[in-house]
């Protein structure tokens, strides 16, 4: 039967003497060090030592962990880990900077200590099948780190317990509120039926008009959609119209100018122009324009 063969022995003097020539051996194969003739001490490579430990950096599950671990961090939304206590695992940065806390800080802390509010809110029995049933759970949660604030949550299990997903969605859902009263906003103007009202694009077409404009102009909806606004003037009030709407897209603030509207008769009718810009997330998305007759301005 084969023997083993036997590790490479050195004294602690010879190793403290050469010991650059013993590291570059321990790379290879285990050096033991000996203290009186007696073993005392093994040097092995990181490698090695890390393969003794659990982690081989070769394995496939560890190269994982580390990949997943590193996503973890590095991801926008905030991920919150909990245990079936309750207890904080884990946060990534994202979590930590909304909840304002030290990742270190909290670790082995009861969500409900790092998060006072999470008893009252709507997330709190969802949270609580998570950790019993794993229950998945999806959706908009209000007010939970700070008033006023909206976060889409996403809960998921996870072997240790829980893994709660946070995004903070206060923008989109408030642009929805603002979009949602600006179009109750126009109904209101439709009722009156005494103000007529366009909404336009950066070039100046007209995109939709109102039936009040439309009875206005003496038109009707499909011949002045696409025109340019300007060309529902009288020629003496273009410039100005089309000076105010420049200032408007430069300067983001409305503006209102008196002027004339030409009807397909021929005739004019004075007007008041009121002009504001329609802001998308990124850039201008047009604007809109109030018409109101000057006798009712």
């Not at 203290?35 to 092995?44: F, R, S, W």
């Amino acid at each position: 039967m084969a023997r083993a063969p036997q590790p490479l022995r050195v004294s602690a003097a010879n190793f403290i003497r050469g010991f650059a020539s013993w590291r570059v051996r321990a790379a290879r194969d285990p050096v033991v060090v000996t203290h009186h003739g007696k073993d005392a001490h093994v040097l092995i490579s990181l490698d090695d030592y890390r393969r003794l430990d659990g982690h081989d950096p070769d394995a496939p599950g560890h190269s994982l962990e580390v990949s997943q671990a590193r996503l973890v961090e590095s991801i926008r939304d905030a991920v919150i880990l909990v245990d079936r206590q309750r207890r904080l695992v884990a946060i990534n940065p994202a979590a930590a900077d909304m909840l304002e806390l030290s990742a270190a800080a909290v670790s082995g802390e009861p969500l409900e200590l790092v998060v006072p509010r999470v008893t009252e809110n709507p997330l709190y029995p969802h949270l609580l099948r998570l950790l019993d049933h794993r229950a998945r759970f999806s959706g908009v949660i209000a007010a939970l780190t700070r008033p006023r604030q909206w976060l889409h949550v996403d809960l998921v299990p996870v072997p240790i317990g829980g893994a709660i997903i946070l995004r903070d969605v206060t923008a989109s859902i408030d642009a929805a509120a603002s979009s949602d009263r600006g179009q109750a906003t126009m109904r209101a103007l439709d009722a009156d039926g005494t103000i007529g009202h366009a909404r336009l694009s950066v070039r100046e077409m007209i995109e939709a008009a109102n039936d009040c404009l439309v009875a206005m102009v003496g038109s009707d909806a499909a011949a002045i959609r696409r025109v340019r606004f300007s060309a529902l003037l009288a020629n003496g009030h273009r410039h100005g119209f089309i000076d105010a709407l420049e200032s408007v897209f430069r300067s983001g603030e409305p503006a209102c100018v008196a002027s004339e509207l030409i009807t397909r008769g021929g005739g004019c009718v004075p007007v008041r122009l009121s002009i504001a810009e329609l802001r998308g997330a990124h850039a201008s998305e047009g604007a809109v324009v109030l018409v109101s007759r000057h006798g009712d301005a």
